[in-house]
């Protein structure tokens, strides 16, 4: 039974945190974090600024789904708005942040 009693005594040589535990640790959470970083911070940035770059290049006549699920065509462009058409002469604005993504890009008129 001492020999439990032993094993489970907090006074020995180099069990503790002390001294090198503490650099160990602060090593081991930047590598978690840099793993945090590379797997999903960086990824999510990416996308965030491909989705910006294509609600700035909408053009007239370009097919869209937002991010409700309404599929219309843009026939109207200002700063923060977008007119689409939905059906035959049924229009809607929306902010251009709810467009989702374009599924078909307008003819360019000359």
Not at 35 to 44: E, G, N, W
Not at 52 to 59: D, T
Not at 88 to 101: A, C, D, L, N, P
Request: glycine share 18%; charged share 20%.
């Amino acid at each position: 039974m001492t020999d439990v009693a032993y094993a489970m005594g907090g006074s020995g040589g180099g069990g503790g945190l002390g001294g090198g535990g503490d650099i160990s640790f602060i090593i081991m959470m930047a590598v978690v974090f840099g793993i945090f970083y590379v797997l999903m911070i960086r990824p999510q940035q990416q996308k965030q600024k491909e989705v910006k770059k294509m609600r700035e290049n909408l053009n007239h006549g370009d097919m869209v789904v937002t991010v409700g699920g309404i599929h219309g065509k843009v026939t109207g462009l200002t700063e923060t708005l977008v007119t689409l058409e939905i059906a035959e002469k049924v229009r809607i604005k929306i902010s251009r942040e709810y467009i989702g993504t374009i599924t078909q890009k307008g003819v360019k008129e000359s």
